[in-house]
Every structure is written in C-alpha cells, then in structure tokens.
C-alpha cells in the first residue's frame, strides 16, 4: 500500500526561526516525492521534487530512504511562507497520485 | 497558454441535483485527474484517465462519473448530489512515464455545497 503521512495539522513559527515540515512516507518500489504549497485563495503548484534536488524559495527538501522520509526545510520562516503544504507521492511509472493530509504553516511576524 | 481551466468555480446544488464539472488542459498532457479536498483530510483521488478514451477509479470513486472527452477535455458528473459531496474540487494534469518523474498540474478548483 502507498501512504503518505504529515503528522502536523497545524504549524506556527516566528518569523525568522527555522522551520520544518515532517513527511513520511510508505511504498513498495521507488517512489517519486514532492512538495506541494497552496497560498490563499491560489491553486496548488509544485514548490519541490526529490529528483531535482533543488531549492525554492529557500525550503529543501532531502529524501531519507532508510527513514523514508521527505521533510521539508527552512532556516528562516518569512511572512509570505504562510500556506498549505502537502506531500506527495507518485509511483515511477504509475499515474496515481498520493497526497498527505497537509500542513497548515502559519508565520508570525 | 491557460494551463489547467475549471468551470465553474462555485456552485451550490440542493440534495438528488447532478451538474458536470469541467475541466480542459492546454500543455497537450496525457494524464488527467479529480481530486476533492476536504479539512483534514488533504486531497483524494476520485477519478483518473491515463490517455484518452479511459478512465479509472481512485480512492473515492463512488458517487461519481467521469467522461475523457478528448485529450484536452475531463469531466467529473454528480449524478444525484448527496451532502457528503460537499468539498473542493480541484482538476490536474500530467505526463507521466517510464523514466520520467510525475508533475501535475493544477486548476483552480470548484467549490461545490450540497444542501
């Protein structure tokens, strides 16, 4: 079974202050893991994926296959980091996608 | 170019109502999706259609249909509208394959009340 799991409903940090958001995840083969961000009122889109090792916006975001875990980072939050986060998972080849509950990251200035 | 369209972006139906939500992408994608999003529960797969002319069941299937109209076009149909059915609807497309990772793209979304 493939399941993805953010244990965080809700998270508030100052502004300033590192943050990080938990994912993990379960799945039988070699998934594909991304993090998506829904700011208010907008659409989701894709903030990152495990492939391309990049940073956005200054989050990253490391694949642990020992611990399989996806967490997301940033030294320091931002007022406009305030948002909806989600991990996902997809399977290589597969075109199911599968979401984490989400966590709803709120920065205080 | 658009991306991912849905119409419409509201609509509040009274319970046994049916309305199609329209979805259309322009990136020539093969893969299209329907997720409903609910508080605490994230997003959730209803429907899926790899490639044009099929369609397959995702997590919450039941209560719903769907029509791959062409490549461009997926549509998700509330038959006979139910209370539970009130969420977010948000349409996505890809273009997945071997090798290739999985992006999806997308829309805006429909926020559907049943009364």
């Known amino acids: 079974a493939q399941r993805v799991t953010q244990p965080e409903k809700l998270l508030s940090v100052f502004k300033g202050a590192p943050v990080e958001l938990k994912c993990n995840y379960s799945?039988?083969?070699?998934?594909?893991l991304f993090w998506y961000v829904q700011y208010s009122r907008q659409r989701l889109q894709l903030l990152l994926r495990h492939i391309s090792r990049e940073s956005i916006k200054g989050f990253t975001a490391d694949l642990n296959k020992g611990e399989t875990s996806f967490h997301l980072k940033k030294p320091f939050a931002q007022e406009e980091d305030s948002a909806m986060y989600y991990c996902?998972?997809?399977?290589?080849?597969?075109?199911?996608?599968?979401f984490g509950t989400g966590t709803s990251l709120t920065v205080i200035p | 170019n658009a991306g991912v369209t849905q119409t419409p972006k509201f609509q509040v139906l009274k319970t046994g109502q049916s309305m199609t939500l329209q979805c259309a992408q322009d990136m020539n994608h093969n893969s299209m999706y329907w997720y409903r999003q609910d508080p605490g529960m994230g997003l959730r797969l209803i429907y899926y259609?790899?490639?044009?002319?099929?369609?397959d069941k995702g997590e919450v299937p039941n209560g719903y249909n769907v029509s791959r109209l062409n490549k461009r076009e997926f549509s998700l149909r509330l038959e006979s509208a139910a209370p539970s059915q009130t969420s977010v609807y948000f349409c996505?497309?890809?273009?997945?394959?071997?090798?290739?990772?999985?992006?999806?793209?997308f829309g805006p979304g429909t926020r559907l009340t049943v009364l």
């Open positions: 259609s790899a490639s044009e002319g099929t369609t």
């Open positions: 996902a998972l997809s399977g290589f080849t597969g075109n199911q996608f599968y």
């Open positions: 799945y039988s083969g070699s998934p594909e």
């Open positions: 996505a497309s890809s273009n997945p394959g071997q090798g290739t990772y999985n992006e999806q793209f």
